[in-house]
């Protein structure tokens, strides 16, 4: 027997939750990243976007964490 769908797209997978916690949760620091990202991309220099990295990486992070 198969799940039906409204129970399906309620049940929040990893990768679904993830995706959640991306545009919602961490939103802010994910436009911080993406912001640097975009005015650093034509002169692409190795941990030019570090610091907004590891702020979005540190909220990601947390919001994954298994309650």
Known sequence: ???STSQAA???T???RFATHT???CSVQASAYGKCILATYTD???DACK???AKFGACL???MKRK
């Open 61 to 63: 992070r947390e919001a």
């Open 23 to 25: 545009t919602t949760t």
């Open 44 to 46: 692409v220099r190795k």
């Open 51 to 53: 610091e907004e990295f």
């Open 10 to 12: 309620t049940t929040l």
């Open 1 to 3: 027997m198969h799940p």
């Open 14 to 16: 990893p990768l679904r």
